[in-house]
Antibody, heavy 117, light 113 residues
Framework: QVHLVQSGAEVKKPGASVKVSCKASDNTFKNYGITWVRQAPGEGLEWMGW????????NYAQKFQGRATMTTDTSTSTAYMELRSLRSDDTAVYYC??????????WGQGTLVTVSS | DIVMTQSPDSLAVSLGERATINCKSS????????????LAWYQQKPGQPPKLLIY???TRESGVPDRFSGSGSGTDFSLTISSLQAEDVAVYYC?????????FGQGTKVEIK
């Protein structure tokens, strides 16, 4: 079983960047991918993209191409998601999830990112 | 991208009664080489992350009660809760994982009548 722990809530101004971390509990991080999903307040789930823990290969939803960057640090079993040029409609809970592949069977607790001037 | 459309947006069902949620994809998510439908269902309760219930359209995740069942193929799918329990109040999402770009339905809120 994989346990994912995310970084804490963030408040950012429009135009700024945010970087959310997701630390996995086990040392098999290299063997699977991490996907990122966000959920705006009162809204549904939106898949953002995923990154392979094995080789760092990424695949982004078209909406986030060029504005999101997903990375991993295999030495610490941590995945990161950076989102740039933040707007108010980026206010959401950002989740990481174990990607198995395409199926999201273990989830982090979520990180609230608030974008406000 | 494949668009997933769920119906209804919400439904209220009496305890012990059946609840059925439908999900339609804009293109087939059936992969012909392995005859598998790349369709999953998730349950999300307030303040919690989603929980995987069903994958390959009809395979229950370990530990999921057997009152939850999934069916369908190609572009039309459904999730059925055979006898609604109080703890089943949640929002349910379908998700396709066909190809390299994955998408969720808009969600269906299930409440007690």
């Amino acid at each position: 079983q994989v346990h994912l722990v995310q970084s804490g809530a963030e408040v950012k101004k429009p135009g700024a960047s945010v970087k959310v971390s997701c630390k996995a509990s086990d040392n098999t991080f290299k063997n699977y991918g991490i996907t990122w999903v966000r959920q705006a307040p009162g809204e549904g789930l939106e898949w953002m993209g995923w990154i392979s823990g094995y080789n760092g290969k990424t695949n982004y939803a078209q909406k986030f191409q060029g504005r999101a960057t997903m990375t991993t640090d295999t030495s610490t079993s941590t995945a990161y998601m950076e989102l740039r040029s933040l707007r108010s409609d980026d206010t959401a809970v950002y989740y990481c999830a174990h990607n198995s592949p395409g199926l999201f069977d273990y989830w982090g607790q979520g990180t609230l990112v608030t974008v406000s001037s | 991208d494949i668009v997933m459309t769920q119906s209804p947006d919400s439904l209220a069902v009496s305890l012990g009664e059946r609840a059925t949620i439908n999900c339609k994809s804009s293109q087939s998510v059936l992969y012909s080489s392995n005859n598998k439908n790349y369709l999953a269902w998730y349950q999300q309760k307030p303040g919690q992350p989603p929980k995987l219930l069903i994958y390959w359209s009809s395979t229950r995740e370990s530990g999921v009660p057997d009152r939850f069942s999934g069916s369908g193929s190609g572009t039309d799918f459904s999730l059925t809760i055979s006898s609604l329990q109080a703890e089943d109040v949640a929002v349910y999402y379908c998700q396709q994982y066909y190809g390299t770009s994955w998408t969720f339905g808009q969600g269906t809120k299930v409440e007690i009548k």
